[in-house]
C-alpha cells in the first residue's frame, strides 16, 4: 500500500535561519507531489507542485523553495525565514485529478 | 468572489441528528469535487469523491448540482467522533490538477 511520510511534526526555527522539510512516498512510482501551507484558521494553500523529477511548479512566489531529486523525494526549503512561513506544512501525493489526494501528517512551524 | 467558498460554522448539532454542508465553487469548467475531514491538528484526509449522480457512503452522502455550482455533504445519524472541519475541494480540468480547497466548515457534535 501507499504510504507518505513527512518530518519533522513540529519545528521552531529563528527568523533568518534556513528551513528543509522532506517528504518521500512509498508505495507507487511517479506521483504527483504537493506543498501546502495551511496558516492558522485558514485554508490551504499551494505552494509547489511536481508531476516528475526534477519538475518543480510554483504557485505563489516567496522566499520558499522546492526540488524533486528522486521519483518519490520532494524537499521544500527556505535560506532565510520570515515569521509569515509559520503555519502547518502539508506534503501530498496524487495518481490523478480524478483521485484526491493523500497527505502526509503535517510539520508544525513556528518562526519567532 | 472565492472560488470555492463554504460556511466555516461553527455547526454545533447534537448526536443523532442530521446535518448538511454546502460548498459553492465559481468556476463552471470544475471537473472533479471531493471532501475532506481535517481534525484538529491534523492532516486533512479524503472522506468522499462527489459523482454527478450523487452518491452515498454509509451515513455520508454527497451531491453534485452543476447548474447552481454547488456541493453538498449530508451526514446522518452524527456521532461524536464526526466532530471535525470539512472541507470542500474542487478541481479543474487540463493537464495540470489545479486543486482549490475550501476554508472548511467545523461541526461539533454534542452529546
Known amino acids: 500500500s501507499q504510504t507518505i511520510h513527512q518530518w519533522p511534526a513540529t519545528l521552531v526555527q529563528p527568523v533568518g535561519s534556513p528551513l528543509s522539510l522532506e517528504c518521500t512516498v512509498e508505495g507507487t512510482s511517479n506521483p504527483n507531489l504537493y506543498w501546502y501551507r495551511q496558516a492558522a484558521g485558514r485554508g490551504l494553500q499551494l505552494l509547489f507542485y511536481s508531476v516528475g523529477i526534477g519538475q518543480i511548479s510554483s504557485e505563489v512566489p516567496q522566499n520558499l523553495s522546492a526540488s524533486r531529486p528522486q521519483d518519490r523525494q520532494f524537499i521544500l526549503s527556505s535560506k532565510k525565514l520570515l515569521l509569515s512561513d509559520s503555519g502547518f506544512y502539508l506534503c501530498a501525493w496524487s495518481v490523478g485529478r480524478n483521485y484526491g489526494y493523500t497527505f502526509g501528517s503535517g510539520t508544525r512551524l513556528t518562526v519567532v | 468572489r472565492k472560488e470555492v467558498e463554504q460556511d466555516p460554522g461553527p455547526f454545533n448539532v447534537p448526536e443523532g441528528a442530521t446535518v448538511a454542508f454546502n460548498c459553492t465553487y465559481s468556476n463552471s469548467a470544475s471537473q472533479s469535487f471531493f471532501w475532506y475531514r481535517q481534525d484538529c491538528r491534523k492532516e486533512p484526509k479524503l472522506l468522499m469523491s462527489?459523482?454527478?449522480s450523487g452518491n452515498e457512503d454509509g451515513r455520508f452522502t454527497a451531491q453534485l448540482n452543476r447548474a447552481s455550482q454547488y456541493i453538498s455533504l449530508l451526514i446522518r445519524d452524527s456521532k461524536l467522533s464526526d466532530s471535525a472541519t470539512y472541507l470542500c475541494?474542487?478541481?479543474?480540468?487540463?493537464?495540470?490538477?489545479?486543486?482549490?480547497f475550501g476554508t472548511g466548515t467545523k461541526l461539533q457534535v454534542i452529546p
Open positions: 475541494v474542487v478541481t479543474l480540468s487540463g493537464g495540470y490538477q489545479k486543486v482549490t
Open positions: 462527489v459523482y454527478s
